[in-house]
């Protein structure tokens, strides 16, 4: 291979490196991302027949994730039993999860979820009641 056509060849790849050494993908952005969420606050909570509940929360906030892209897991008695996304609401996040809480009283509390994996503190808790059908 004459010697002027492995210098364009080194010359290209060098610019291709130094051209994408300081990109950063949104995957690896969210690897690097190790602060959590905000925590939400809840504005409503009311168990219902057969055991549903209905939840909304104050959206929360992220140093990277977007509103829209945040994940929020509804918890009774510290299990998980539903997993809620957002919907761009600027009311705040609701949802209505059916059959999940233990007959009487149930401490419900919500935590968020960024892109990257970290979970929020939990929110404030509202005690609710699992009526049975």
Do not use: H
């Not at 210098?7 to 991302?33: E, K, W």
């Not at 549903?52 to 977007?66: E, G, L, Y």
Request: charged residues 15%; proline residues 9%; contains cysteine.
């Amino acid at each position: 291979m004459p010697r002027a056509r492995r210098i364009r060849i080194a010359a290209a790849a060098v610019a291709t490196i130094a051209s994408t050494a300081g990109a950063v993908t949104p995957a690896l952005a969210a690897s690097r991302d190790t602060t959590p969420p905000t925590a939400p606050t809840i504005i409503y909570a009311q168990g219902y027949n057969c055991l549903q509940v209905i939840v909304a929360v104050t959206r929360s906030t992220d140093n990277v994730t977007p509103q829209p892209q945040l994940r929020y897991t509804v918890f009774a008695n510290g299990k998980a039993i539903g997993s809620v996304p957002d919907r761009g609401d600027d009311a705040g996040v609701w949802a209505w999860l059916q059959n999940v809480l233990t007959p009487g009283p149930n401490t419900i509390t919500v935590e968020a979820e960024d892109a990257a994996g970290n979970f929020s503190r939990p929110s404030s808790t509202d005690v609710v009641i699992g009526y049975p059908c």
